[in-house]
């Protein structure tokens, strides 16, 4: 099983591969609706990503008030 | 033959008829869509004549569809005096079950072709369709519930005859989204396809199905897809009954004034 901060750096590149975001541009306590600049649909297509590369299923309402990378990366590591 | 219309537009070349669904921002359904939509359902007749499979996929970016249009429900609500909307509101149903139900029965083995966005009465749409075929960004939802509805478009009782009934439950009773992947494991989806690869292969499918004679591939669908008209009718009950309590208009309010990130997630 990858480390946290292993899935939260694999996170970090897949958010700004998505939305062409210079990757140093991007840190775990970023509010990742304002640092990629995307609405809740744009964030349901992260989501979607994450969930093939990572091999998990998410049910959104846990993400339910989630808007940083750091707890992303908690609710998708407790199910790896 | 062919039409161009503000939110759909349809075409028949060698036998597919491919229905593109293009209303910023994302496909919301709502009464010039319908209007456009029944337009085709009462073409087809004379489509079914010259055509083996109908298409539906979306030009837009964001994906297939997200259902109703719940701003232009919210709007006429708040223009209607309470008994006038509901009447609008049933009449609505009425109408779009018409159109379903027509889209389901057609002879022509109907695909529905998928990307981002398939939520509520987008999904709804698509599951009126023998075949779904998804890219690796659709994502499915049916959110209905966290406004305090149901899924109104034929939602449920054709969920239950396509899947298994703790599928319907978890699906309809959580509200949550899943990936295309879900999608096809609890036998939703038929195909899922690389990003962008969507049209394609429903082209490719088309063209397969075209090789078999029609009056066998339409009494085969007939036979192996019962339309539910009976749950279908209750549906309509069931939705205005619900659209009279003053939660759900309480619940449109917050999602169509919300200025949340996630105002998919009242």
Known sequence: MPTEVKTLNEILDLAATQFQVPREKLSPDDDFFKTLKIDSLQALSLLTRLEQHFNVELPDYELQGVSDFRTLAERIQARL | ?266
């Open chain 2, 1 to 266: 033959m062919q039409s161009n219309g503000k939110t759909i537009s349809w075409q028949l070349t060698n036998g597919v008829i491919e229905v593109a669904l293009h209303r910023e921002p994302c496909n919301e359904i709502g009464a010039q869509s319908l209007d456009e939509l029944e337009h085709l359902a009462s073409s087809l007749p004379a489509l079914e004549q010259q055509a083996h499979v109908l298409i539906f996929y979306s030009k837009l970016a964001c994906g297939f569809s997200a259902g109703g249009d719940l701003r232009e429900l919210y709007r006429g609500m708040q223009a209607m005096e309470r008994k006038a909307a509901l009447t609008g509101i049933r009449e609505f149903h009425q109408r779009i079950h018409h159109v379903m139900n027509t889209f389901d029965a057609s002879p022509l083995t109907t695909i529905a072709v998928v990307h981002g966005i398939v939520f509520g009465g987008g999904l709804e749409l698509a599951l009126t369709c023998d075949l779904i075929v998804a890219d690796k960004t659709a994502r499915f939802c049916f959110p209905e519930l966290r406004l305090g509805i149901i899924p109104g478009f034929g939602g449920i009782p054709r969920l239950k005859r396509d899947l298994g009934n703790a599928v319907v439950r978890d699906l309809i009773l959580t509200g949550r989204s899943f990936n295309s992947a879900k999608a096809q494991q609890i036998g939703l989806v038929s195909q899922v396809v690389a990003e962008g690869e969507a049209l394609r292969v429903a082209r490719l499918t088309a063209a397969q199905l075209g090789k078999f004679d029609r009056a066998t591939a339409a009494a085969a669908k007939k036979f192996a897809k019962p339309i539910p008209y009976d749950e279908l009718r209750q549906e309509i009950d069931i939705v205005c009954e619900l659209y009279a309590s003053p939660a759900v208009e309480a619940a449109l309010k917050k999602f169509v004034e919300s200025t949340d990130a996630q105002p998919y997630l009242p």
